[in-house]
C-alpha cells in the first residue's frame, strides 16, 4: 500500500428501518479499517428513498453507533470537510451533473411515467407468476415420469 495515501472508508446506512447485525458488520469493518490504518471513517446517511425513510431510525442509527463505540470523524451530528452527509441534501447537486450529462449526450432521462413504471412491473410479477405455474407443472410431469 502507497504509504502517502490516506485512508478514508465510510459507512452510508439507509433510514429505512433499524439498524441490523448486517449493518453494524460492515460499520464495524470500515471503522476497524480506518483506525488501524489512521485513517477517516465517515458516516454518511442515504437518505433519499423519503417514501421508505422510517421516522427515528437516523436518530437510531447514531446512537447504535455509539452504543457500540463506533465513533466517526465527520457525518451528519459532526460535519465535516465532506459535507453535507445527509444524501437528500446533495439532490440539486446530482441534478446539475446529471443535466450536464443530458445535454452532452452522455445520459438521458428516464421516459416513462410513474404510472407506466408501475404497469411495467405489475406485468413482470403477472409474467412471473405463469412462469412459475408452468415450472410446477413441468416438475410434476416429470416427477410421474420417474
Not at 35 to 41: E, I, Q
Not at 59 to 88: C, F, R, V
Amino acid at each position: 500500500m502507497n504509504s502517502n495515501k490516506k485512508i478514508v472508508t465510510r459507512f452510508a446506512p439507509s433510514p429505512t428501518g433499524f439498524m441490523h447485525i448486517g449493518g453494524v458488520r460492515t460499520a464495524l469493518y470500515a471503522w476497524a479499517y480506518a483506525r488501524r490504518n489512521n485513517g477517516t471513517f465517515i458516516l454518511r446517511i442515504e437518505d433519499t428513498d423519503k417514501e421508505r425513510e422510517v421516522a427515528g431510525s437516523i436518530e437510531h442509527i447514531i446512537e447504535s453507533l455509539k452504543w457500540l463505540g463506533i465513533n466517526w470523524d465527520e457525518g451528519p451530528d459532526i460535519g465535516g470537510p465532506n459535507a453535507p452527509y445527509l444524501q437528500s441534501d446533495r439532490l440539486e447537486s446530482y441534478k446539475k451533473y446529471a443535466n450536464i450529462l443530458i445535454e452532452k449526450g452522455l445520459a438521458y432521462a428516464d421516459p416513462y411515467t410513474t404510472e407506466e413504471l408501475e404497469t411495467f412491473r405489475k406485468q413482470s410479477e403477472d409474467a412471473k407468476m405463469k412462469c412459475e405455474v408452468i415450472y410446477q407443472q413441468a416438475l410434476k410431469h416429470l416427477m410421474i415420469l420417474y
